[in-house]
């Protein structure tokens, strides 16, 4: 295996934790929409990458907001707003975490036995 495959590797999973991160850090955004970073074989069959970045167009659950008052001509007045919430999933995005973080730390054992791979067969040459 080659170190660049490796690299990709790397960077496709961070693309993907930053997605996570992004739908994480937006779980109480009304309105928004997760994200979900697929990843496929390299070219040659060496390495990873993304092959596509889907948003989840599902609806989120409804949120009403309580006694949202304002001011209208005559008096005030109190209404129920319901918008739609996030469809961020916490148990989704946590498995997701755990699968690119272990997935990160593989790729980095691999280049680390590579360069030292590479450290050996030098010692021995010289």
Do not use: C, W
């Amino acid at each position: 295996m080659r170190i660049d495959a490796n690299i990709s590797a790397l960077d496709a999973i961070a693309l993907s934790q930053q997605a996570t991160a992004n739908d994480v850090a937006n779980a109480n955004t009304d309105g928004y929409k997760s994200s979900d970073v697929l990843l496929e074989t390299g070219p040659e069959g060496q390495g990873v990458q993304v092959s596509e970045v889907r948003q989840d167009t599902s609806a989120g659950p409804a949120v009403r907001y309580e006694d949202v008052s304002y001011t209208q001509q005559g008096g005030d007045m109190a209404v129920q707003e319901v918008v739609e919430g996030s469809n961020t999933d916490y148990v989704h995005e946590t498995v997701n975490m755990i699968r690119d973080e272990n997935a990160y730390a593989a790729n980095v054992r691999a280049i680390r036995s590579q360069m030292e791979l590479i450290g050996n067969f030098i010692d021995e040459v010289a």
